[in-house]
């Protein structure tokens, strides 16, 4: 008898030893690759991904020991159905199970992009591209109606959407495409503007595409946003009476290159965009223009001014009559020729 307990209880610490063995071999396989590397590693998990295929990639980045371990602790913790896809910012510190989890909770890494108001289509592409968020190319293709968007919203303009990436700052997710990213734009575009301001855009004469035209107009003429429901109404007032926009905002548009200052021979440039040369509207918007903007097309300051000259401060001064305006011209020119240089 004591044969048998003896032999018993040397079982039993031989099973206690090959399961303390193996807790510190699973241990070791689910451990951080390499403990003190804090380097953020970007990693982007495909759509319908197995457990078995970003245990893969994970361990060709050597974010974790072990595919088989990691395999199996998803199956053990019962995660190995909830792994979600999207880009992810993992450390090879982090270890399996904490990469587990936030796999499991979808906690994928998003980083933010603003895009000021008044940009081009062609100025957001390259901002894009800068900031490593996608290609140039390949957004403006999307942005300008060369390539066809999947998901374009009803309410959007066949061809070019210039006018229409909302100028605000976003959160974006690791991974997403230039098409996705058009599409938040365009989605936010529709929460600001169609939906917002829907009372607003319905009590208007102006369709959404004159309201977007014009506000892009304003938002590249008016540095002072408290100037831009007197500069919305100069230019409402233009339209009213019949007369040219006369808008240098306009002709910088038709440039090939957007110029620091124009010359006479610029506002001569043979486009439909040229509201020197062509009354009313140009054909599209110019710019994006913010919520600010568009506001003061949707609701204009009461004056009946028709013109207006900018001073050194990037204010302006309104007028009337072209009389006024001449004067105002000159006023300022003189003033400009007295103010000593800056040493």
């Known amino acids: 008898m004591r044969r048998v307990l003896l032999i018993g209880g040397v079982g039993m610490v031989v099973v206690a030893a090959a399961l303390l063995v193996a807790q510190r071999k699973v241990k070791s396989a689910l451990a951080p690759p390499v403990p003190g590397d804090r380097t953020p590693h970007y990693v982007l998990i495909p759509p319908k991904s197995s457990v078995a295929s970003i245990a893969r990639q994970l361990r060709r980045e050597n974010l974790i020991r072990e595919e088989r371990a990691f395999q199996l602790a998803a199956r053990q913790l019962e995660l190995d159905h909830r792994l979600q896809a999207g880009g992810y910012r993992f450390t090879r510190a982090d270890g399996a199970v904490p990469i587990l989890r936030e796999l499991a909770a979808g906690k994928v890494y998003v980083r933010k992009l603003t895009l000021p108001e008044g940009l081009t289509i062609p100025e957001v592409a390259e901002r894009l591209e800068q900031g490593g968020f996608g290609r140039a190319a390949t957004f403006r293709a999307l942005a300008t109606g060369t390539h066809p968007l999947a998901t374009r919203p009803a309410w959007a303009p066949a061809g070019s959407l210039e006018g229409h990436l909302f100028p605000e700052t976003y959160q974006v997710p690791l991974g997403v495409s230039e098409g996705e990213l058009l599409g938040m734009f365009l989605k936010r575009f529709e929460e600001v503007v169609l939906a917002g301001d829907a009372k607003r855009l319905k009590a208007q004469r102006l369709t959404l595409h004159e309201v977007v035209t014009l506000a892009s107009i304003v938002e590249r003429e008016a540095k002072l946003p408290r100037e831009q429901p007197l500069m919305a109404r100069v230019f409402l007032n233009r339209l009213q009476l019949g007369m040219k926009l006369e808008s240098c905002a306009t002709v910088q548009y038709a440039l090939?290159?957007?110029?620091?200052?124009?010359?006479?021979?610029?506002?001569?440039?043979?486009?439909?965009?040229?509201?020197?040369?062509?009354?009313?509207?140009?054909?599209?918007?110019?710019?994006?223009?913010?919520?600010?903007?568009?506001?003061?097309?949707?609701?204009?300051?009461?004056?009946?001014?028709?013109?207006?000259?900018?001073?050194?401060?990037?204010?302006?001064?309104?007028?009337?009559?072209?009389?006024?305006?001449?004067?105002?011209?000159?006023?300022?020119?003189?003033?400009?020729?007295?103010?000593?240089?800056?040493?």
């Open 256 to 343: 090939p290159h957007r110029k620091a200052r124009l010359l006479y021979r610029d506002l001569k440039v043979q486009s439909p965009y040229n509201t020197y040369l062509h009354a009313g509207l140009p054909p599209g918007p110019i710019a994006s223009p913010g919520g600010s903007a568009l506001a003061a097309v949707l609701v204009p300051a009461q004056t009946p001014a028709l013109y207006f000259v900018a001073r050194p401060d990037h204010s302006h001064v309104f007028s009337q009559t072209l009389a006024a305006h001449e004067a105002a011209k000159g006023a300022l020119r003189r003033a400009a020729k007295q103010t000593p240089p800056q040493s």
